[in-house]
C-alpha cells in the first residue's frame, strides 16, 4: 500500500507524505476523499473511521506529523498493523488501532484493476514445463497395474501441478483448474480433448502428454483470469 | 453492468433464470442442468457408434461445440471448459481426476462418464468458472 507508483498518488501519499496537514480544513479535504484509487493489488488497506467525538481542538490534530483520526480515517495496510509508523498523540493507541468504544467499519478500498499485468499472465509454455516434469518425475518406469494405485498417482500428480503452478507462476489472480488423466497402453484408441468459453486475452490453458511402455498420461491445466 | 443488465432481459425468456427471477453466479446451482446438458450432448452425437479412429476427432468437435452452446444458452454469467475423453473399449485401465484452485462457492465442475456403447467409453467434463 506504501507504494506510489508514477502519477497516482496512494492513500499513504495524502496521509503521510504530503508534509501539509497543518492547515485548517486538510482533515476533512483527506477524509472525502476516502476512497482514492491505489494499486493495492491483493493487498487490502483497511479503514477504520472513527465515529466518535473527540475532545480536542483541531490546532493540536494537526501537529503531529501524521495524521491519525481525530474522529478522522485511519489507513493501515493490515500486514503492517503491528509497526505502527503513527507518533504517539494522547488520544491513540498504542497500536494505532481503533480506541475503546470506536466503532469499527472495514472498508476494502476498490482496485480498479481491469486486466493482468504482463509479468501475471498464464503463460502456457512457462506451465507446460512444470507439468512436464512433473508427469517426468512421477511417471518414469511405472506401470499401470492397479486400479488404486493409478487413481492416487493420478490425484497426487494433480496436486503437484496445481501448486507448483501457483507457487511457481506469480498469477494472483487467476483460477487454476488441473485435469489429469492416466490410461493403460493397450493397443486402444484416445483422443482427448478440450474446448472452453472464455476471455482469450487473458484466459490460456497448457496440455503436456506422457506415454512410457505401459502407461500414457495427459494433463491439462486451465488458467482463467478472475477480476 | 452490461452482464447485468443483459440477464435482466433474459430472465424473460425460458430456461433457469425466469424460474428464479434473476441471474444466479454459483455454479453449483446450475450443476444438475450441466449434467443434463453433457448427457445429451454425448449420447446425441455417440450413441449407436462403432469406435473409429479417423472419425473421433469429429465426435469430439460436435461433443465440446454442443455443450459449449448449450451451456452459453444457460448462463452468461461463467466461463467454461469442457473437456471429452473418448477411449476405445478394449478391457484397458483410464483414471480421471482434476484439482482446481478457485472459489468453491461459486466455481464447480460437472461430470459425465458415458458408457452405454459397446465400444466407446466418454467422460465429459464440464468446469463452470464464474466471472
Redesign the interface.
Known sequence: MMRTCGARRGLAAVLWGSGSGRRPGDARRRRRRGHERQRSGDRRSVAYVGLGTFGLGSNSAFQRSSFTGVGGVTVHNTATMAQAQTTQGAIQNDDGGPRPGQSIIEVVLPTYIMKPEETEIFYPSHVKRIAGAILEEELAGKM?DD?EE??KW??T???K??AQV?AECDIPRY?????????????????????????TAT?N?ASVEYANQHLWCSA?V?G?Y?? | PPLRNSMAAKSEKGGEEAKKGEYTLNFTELQPTAVKIAEHAVTSVLSGEVYEAARVTTWSDKITELALDELQKLSDNFKYAVSCIIMQKNGAGIATSGSAHWDEQTDACAQVVWQENRTIVCILTIMGVAI
Open positions: 499401470y486400479e493409478a487413481k493420478n490425484t500428480i494433480c496436486e501441478i496445481k501457483k483460477k487454476i483448474i488441473v485435469q489429469v488423466t492416466l490410461g493403460q497402453m493397450k493397443d486402444q484408441g484416445v483422443r482427448v480433448a478440450s474446448r472452453c468459453l472464455w476471455d484466459d490453458y491439462m486451465f482463467v478472475t477480476e
